[in-house]
């Protein structure tokens, strides 16, 4: 998929040879030479992220930044700062207005690159959780969120104690969150899930542990530190070893010895986004599971589902990307029940649901629409990924026979799928974006059925 990335510079040069780079990587790309132009396209093009030049031809792009995140509009933008300048004094300046990150160039192609996929991978995460929230406050369910907010822990890992307390010692100044030493193996222990840090700060080598990297990977694969926020501490410039770092799920990078009082802003950064993203997460599993899904399936109900697809329908509009939307239908599901019982047809169910969860991106959305009728939505994917999708989910559905028990005998299950991609061209009333498409792959489901079911039918105008 495409991400829009505006470049701001006033040199032509440099905007072309950052077009050309991000082309390269298939990224489309905006240009803006002034600052004036930069805060138009940031409001009207909604850019994923802004490559942002220090030095503009009428506003200072650090007052750029500011500008960008003091508008409700634009505030969510990830912002990176691109200069000649290096000096100390500019970078905690650019950090203090809001940037995400400080480049100095020449650039580095490979940091560059894989600072720019973590970035979009840490937004796209939080945009997913913001827009099931706001589907959510539709429904106006919340009882309020507490205005506590639980000071921030920071886990210090290094090769040794000894750098990790140097570590400690220079940050305690500027730093409020609460700062611990923690050797490789305690940061992996089973009786630490419950008190994982908001941020770890990993070094580049851990003795006998090994690289950092594998730490990073070891923490992004576990539950309880999936989320946190993690600076991989580098011994000297290696954009090799920075750019692993980051596609293993680094978040920032630091240069040991780093800045105490930079080092102390992104910390402060990271430990707001990750409790912020952690409010979000919890508001939807803890509200939004009890008040919108199905009870047998624990699916999102028809109610949710549909809110949720005029959001989604809506913001591809704006951003001009497309989402495909499955209407899936049981085959000869009422044969089941009329002759085995309505309990081995909430098994049915409830075993559909399963395979089709499993089969899934975390980032679809699959809801239980109908009695035997589902809805999925897949965000961001073109007609080819949508179509494997939907081949996919027929051939899991139809693997193995669901075991009934009882005494009765495993079923044969199988399912139709209507597929259609969205927006259609032809549509323009933002209110009946996601409904038409809907309607298109209603009408696919009736195609797939008629022409003898267990089968994937795409629907017109896709």
Not at 381 to 389: F, H, K, M, N
């Amino acid at each position: 998929m495409n991400e829009s990335i505006l470049i701001v510079d006033d040199l032509a040069t440099n905007r072309i040879i950052l077009k050309v780079k991000l082309n390269a990587a298939c990224y489309q790309t905006l240009q803006a030479s002034t600052g004036a132009e930069a805060l138009r396209l940031a409001r009207e093009k909604q850019p994923k992220l802004i490559l942002l030049d220090m030095v503009l031809p009428d506003v200072p792009g650090i007052e750029i930044c500011r500008r960008v995140r003091a508008d409700p509009a634009t505030r969510h933008i990830p912002i990176v700062m691109i200069t000649a300048a290096s000096d100390r004094v500019s970078r905690l300046a650019a950090l203090e207005a809001g940037a995400d990150e400080y480049l100095t160039k020449p650039l580095n192609d490979v940091v560059l690159l894989a600072r720019i996929r973590s970035i979009l991978r840490a937004r796209q995460n939080e945009t997913e959780m913001q827009l099931r929230l706001e589907t959510w406050g539709e429904f106006d369910l919340s009882e309020g969120e507490t205005p506590f907010t639980r000071p921030g822990r920071v886990s210090l890992i290094a090769a040794d104690t000894a750098t990790a307390g140097r570590w400690r010692d220079a940050l305690a100044p500027h730093v409020s969150a609460r700062m611990d030493i923690l050797s490789p193996s305690e940061a992996l222990s089973p009786a630490l899930d419950g008190l994982a840090p908001d941020l770890y700060l990993i070094a580049e080598t851990l003795g006998a542990f090994g690289s950092g990297q594998r730490l990073i990977a070891d923490l992004r694969a576990r539950p309880a530190s999936r989320h946190a926020a993690i600076a991989f501490v580098l011994q000297r410039a290696d954009p090799d070893a920075a750019a692993m770092a980051l596609d293993f799920g680094a978040t920032d990078l630091l240069s040991d010895p780093f800045d105490p009082q930079e080092t102390a802003l992104r910390i402060a950064m990271h430990v707001s986004r990750k409790q912020r993203a952690d409010k979000l997460r919890r508001a939807v599993s803890d509200g939004l599971r009890l008040a919108v899904t199905d009870a047998l399936t624990g699916l999102y109900n028809r109610r949710y589902a549909l809110s949720y697809l005029d959001r989604l329908a809506n913001r591809a509009r704006l951003n001009g990307t497309r989402f495909a939307v499955m209407v899936l239908d049981l085959d000869r599901f009422k044969t089941v029940n009329d002759t085995l019982g309505h309990a081995a047809g909430d098994r049915v169910l409830e075993t559909l649901a399963q395979r089709l969860r499993e089969n899934l991106r975390p980032s679809d959305l699959i809801a239980r629409i109908g009695g035997e009728e589902f809805l999925v939505v897949l965000p961001d994917v073109t007609i080819d990924s949508a179509s494997r999708t939907a081949e996919r989910l027929c051939r899991a559905v139809g693997a193995a026979p669901v075991v009934l028990g009882d005494g009765h005998e495993p079923v044969e299950v199988t399912i139709s799928v209507g597929l259609a991609m969205g927006p259609a061209l032809s549509v323009h009333d933002d209110g009946e974006i996601g409904r038409e498409t809907l309607a298109r792959a209603d009408a696919a489901l009736l195609a797939a059925k008629t022409d003898g079911r267990n089968q994937v039918t795409i629907g017109s105008a896709a």
